[in-house]
């Protein structure tokens, strides 16, 4: 069975550090996809980034990037420059390409807070 | 802008009570989906449907039923209430042509006492 696994329950640091949040998974799949899920105080969930098991290039978004490795199944994340606008709990997610209806199965989260 | 809506933020019911929890999506969007999130469990899915009148069990579906007579909307009904049903839920839809990007609702969070 799949399983997503954040480690960091709570990361705490001051405005400009960079944060960095841990995801390891696991599945028997070889076609999957990962996910990270921004949740602000407000409570919606915003997605964040989608890749897929065939693509391990790192990505870089503005003041977030990913790393994707096969080897370690971990898909972690990176906030440069944080600032208080990025506290938020954060979900990693994982979907199995065979999975019906596209379900996800969700980390633990990792609540960040950005202090200024 | 694609919309999930949840009919209430707070809802506050009583061990026993029958409980509707109502998400519209305005973009005819196929899947829906209910899930509950609990402080370090993250969000953990309790059903799902893909289409009118149908309908799949996700990983926690005791104690809970659905509901999808039309494709906007998916009702998640709490039978009979209790105290460990107390928790968020968040509704969340995928457009047919990117399956894998799910849309949330604000969520509801449910206290049952």
């Known amino acids: 069975a799949q399983k997503v696994t954040q480690a960091q329950t709570e990361i705490s640091v001051v405005e400009k550090e960079d944060v960095t949040l841990d995801c390891v998974y696991e599945?028997?799949?070889?076609?999957?996809?990962l996910f990270w899920y921004k949740q602000p105080p407000s409570g919606e969930l915003v997605f964040l980034i989608r890749?897929?098991?065939?693509?391990?290039q790192n990505e870089i978004s503005g003041r977030y990037s990913w790393n994707f490795q096969k080897s370690t199944s971990s898909f972690n994340f990176t906030i440069t420059a944080s600032q208080v606008v990025d506290s938020a709990v954060y979900f990693c997610?994982?979907?199995?390409?065979?999975?019906?209806?596209?379900?996800?199965?969700f980390g633990g989260g990792t609540r960040v807070l950005v202090k200024p | 802008d694609v919309k999930v809506t949840q009919s209430s933020r707070y809802l506050v019911k009583r061990t026993g009570e029958k409980v509707f929890l109502e998400c519209v999506q305005d973009?005819?969007?196929?899947?829906m989906f209910w899930y509950r999130q609990d402080p370090g469990l993250g969000l953990r899915l309790i059903y799902f449907?893909?289409?009118?009148?149908?309908?799949e069990k996700g990983d926690i579906p005791e104690g809970y039923s659905v509901s999808r007579e039309k494709k906007e909307r998916f009702s998640l009904i709490l039978e009979s209430a209790s105290t460990n049903q107390t928790s968020m839920y968040l509704c969340?839809?995928?457009?047919?042509?990117?399956?894998?990007?799910?849309?949330f609702g604000p969520g509801t969070r449910l206290t049952v006492t």
């Open positions: 973009m005819d969007h196929e899947n």
């Open positions: 449907s893909y289409d009118v009148k149908m309908k």
């Open positions: 890749r897929n098991s065939f693509d391990e």
């Open positions: 599945t028997r799949d070889t076609t999957y996809y």
């Open positions: 969340a839809s995928t457009p047919p042509d990117r399956a894998y990007e799910q849309y």
């Open positions: 997610a994982l979907s199995e390409a065979e999975a019906a209806g596209n379900k996800l199965t």
